[in-house]
């Protein structure tokens, strides 16, 4: 079956910390990957994605992912948190089928101590 | 750009009624679109695929007679919980996929709905 692990459930760190959120998959076949974060009281925002190429991704607010096609994983990292970045951080796998479904892992809820 | 908005973004109901939610593209032009529930402290757990003009894809699981969805067109979907009982409490969020950007794959999402069935 497909799915999608997030090891780390909840994550506390204090500001100037790196970051490193694990996400592992389960698919049969060529996928998409996606890191969503969900702000306090906001709707859920794309940090980054993967399709094809360069496996390092960069997105916004200096977060990046590498997608490690043998371990099945696309871990986020950031190398210095903000306390702004305390967030819900989810990933995301879809799968190049065709209909454009996401699967999504249960989420990391990240507490920056300023 | 690519905004995604829902109304309600809450409602109380009785046990037994049926509540609506919209939801909407406001910028562009959604060929697709996708209704999840949220568990408290769980993931998005997707309920159904809705295209414009067809009838939705439920996902294994998810009552289509208990969880009406119609996208009657390009900008709008809704979904409408029908004699709804406390179970179906939660957090409704749904999110539309931009047809002018048909290789990216990305979904924007809506700020969702809070449901409360008393």
């Known amino acids: 079956a497909q799915s999608v692990s997030q090891h780390n459930h909840h994550v506390i760190l204090s500001e100037a910390a790196s970051l490193e959120l694990g996400c592992n998959y389960s698919y049969g076949g060529t996928v998409n990957l996606f890191w969503y974060v969900q702000y306090p009281g906001q709707h859920l925002q794309l940090l980054l994605k993967?399709?094809?190429?360069?496996?390092l991704v960069k997105g916004i607010k200096g977060f990046e992912a590498e997608f490690i096609k043998s371990k099945f994983s696309f871990n986020l990292r950031k190398p210095s948190v903000q306390w702004s970045d305390t967030a819900e951080y989810f990933c995301a796998v879809m799968g190049t089928s065709g209909t454009y479904k996401y699967i999504f892992g249960t989420g990391t809820r990240l507490k920056v101590l300023a | 750009g690519a905004v995604v908005s829902q109304h309600p973004s809450r409602v109380i109901c009785k046990s037994g009624t049926s509540v609506k939610i919209e939801c909407r593209s406001l910028d562009f032009q959604a060929t697709t679109m996708f209704w999840y529930r949220q568990f408290p402290k769980k993931s998005l757990m997707l309920m159904a695929t809705s295209n414009e003009g067809s009838k939705a894809t439920y996902e294994q699981g998810v009552e289509k007679d208990k969880f009406l969805i119609n996208h009657a067109s390009l900008t709008l979907s809704t979904l409408t919980v029908t004699s709804a009982h406390p179970e179906d409490s939660s957090f409704y969020i749904c999110?539309?996929?931009?047809?002018?950007?048909?290789?990216?794959?990305?979904?924007?999402f809506g700020p969702g709905t809070r449901l409360t069935v008393t």
């Open positions: 993967y399709f094809s190429g360069d496996p």
């Open positions: 999110s539309a996929r931009d047809r002018r950007r048909g290789h990216s794959y990305e979904q924007y």
